[in-house]
């Protein structure tokens, strides 16, 4: 099982999705998702004020969070059914960070991630 660690300090959560980007450079704040692929080796520069992974190349997307993406037809990728909860998870202005915090390590558990929480 892979392993992904979200750090509280840098994680942009709970500001609503307008607000959210993969790394917004106001403050090099992440949210989920922007946290998960620069784990998974993408330089952060590739995420400056992105909204989602459908934002970045394909290619430069690392296996692991390939899931993040989903065919709609041939040659047209959109963020996957998934991916989509995750960003509506952190984005919510209506949920505590335990709850927020407990969807999140469920949705990725479903794909062998198991992440945990510091800071």
């Given amino acids: ?16 999705d307008i607000a959210s980007a993969l790394y917004r450079s106001l403050d090099n704040k992440k949210c989920c ?41 041939i040659d047209t990728l959109i963020n996957s ?3 989509c909860r995750l ?10 960070d335990n709850e927020r915090e407990a969807l999140i390590i469920g949705i990725f558990a479903m794909h062998d991630i198991d992440v945990n929480f510091v800071g």
């Fill in 33 to 73: 998702l922007g946290i998960a692929l620069i784990s998974g080796g993408i330089p952060e520069e590739f995420l400056i004020d992105l909204g989602s992974p459908v934002d970045i190349r394909p290619l430069d997307i690392p296996d692991t969070y390939y899931w993040f993406l989903e065919e709609e037809e």
């Fill in 87 to 96: 960003m509506d998870i952190n984005d919510d202005v209506t949920i505590s």
């Fill in 81 to 83: 059914s998934d991916t």
């Fill in 1 to 16: 099982m892979e392993k992904l660690t979200i750090n509280r300090k840098e994680w942009l959560r709970g500001e609503g």
